[in-house]
């Protein structure tokens, strides 16, 4: 029986094999799959596993996936797509939007180590880890904590534990407590909310909710706005999200062939599709070959669109990828704009 379901488990999941001639162990690459699920299949094989971050459309993910192949580490990868809603939670987690990103945990669900990038170093020490269980020191997980790796993965760890069991109804109050005196940031001050609110501890939730709300840097707006949503629930019981401005715009830009040196012309349609004025606080460029013509700020009217203008002058003779970045007051207040050219 346990057989079965493990096969099915394999189906739903979509695996792929790689053969490693005639040793019992071998790679396992799965999409999207459940920890707990991928965890079960690492106890059943007695082997750590491996988690990795990563956004398909990037060059470096894309990187990873052929060299993983290559390598042939042998052990379950579960390859999460961070572009997909049900993964925002792994970027909350580690408050990163950094990828691709490797987390390798021992059976019992502990985190051993997180490795960033898809360099044949990177790959090096990946294999280290899954086969001695221990922490590789040979990178530096360079981390929006100012934390030592040592003492991030540790912690790291014990948020995760309290995550997983805040899921199964367990009461999470005092690890959640003692965390946050060591690591204060929006993941923690989320799940604690979460248990008080869960618990009948509404006034001291909705306190935690308002220290959750003033976490407003550029990074935090990006990575925790359905942290933030929730937060304005906890406080407010009748907080409706539809009554804020929602911006809807594109993600991806293909300007096709650009000839290098000559500015190219493109715009991009905004749409307030909420119910209340969306304002553009601020348009981010990623570098001087993307200008902005006419204003930065605007005002939007629900359902309504505004036109902004940009130029676009490739400075190498290659396929160019950049990114802007759309900053407004909508719920979603952090919204990319990935821009591809080929001067090649």
Known sequence: MELIQRICLMA???IIFISTGCSSRHL?????????????IAINRNENFCVVLLDTSNLTSKIYKERLERNHIKTVFNMIDIRLPQNNWYQQWLYSISDPITCIFSPSGNLIDIIPGASRKCFDCIGQVVKTGEMCRKLVYYNNFSMD???LISLLSDILFCKLDLEKGLNIEPRINKLMDSINYPYTAYLRMMNLDKYGKHETAQLVAKHLLTFDSDLELEIYPELFIAAKGVIDSCYNPKVEPVLECVTLI??????KGVAKSFKIEIFNSGN???EIKEVQLSCSCVKLIGDEIYTILPQESQYINFEFTADKDEKIERELILKSNGIYPMHKIKIIADSS
Request: a negative charge; proline letters at 4%; one cysteine or more.
């Open 149 to 151: 790796k040592e003492q």
């Open 254 to 259: 293909e300007l096709g062939r650009c000839e």
């Open 28 to 40: 396992e690459v799965l999409y999207n799959g459940n920890f707990h699920d991928i965890q079960q």
């Open 276 to 278: 209340a004025p969306l």
């Open 12 to 14: 739903i999941l979509g």
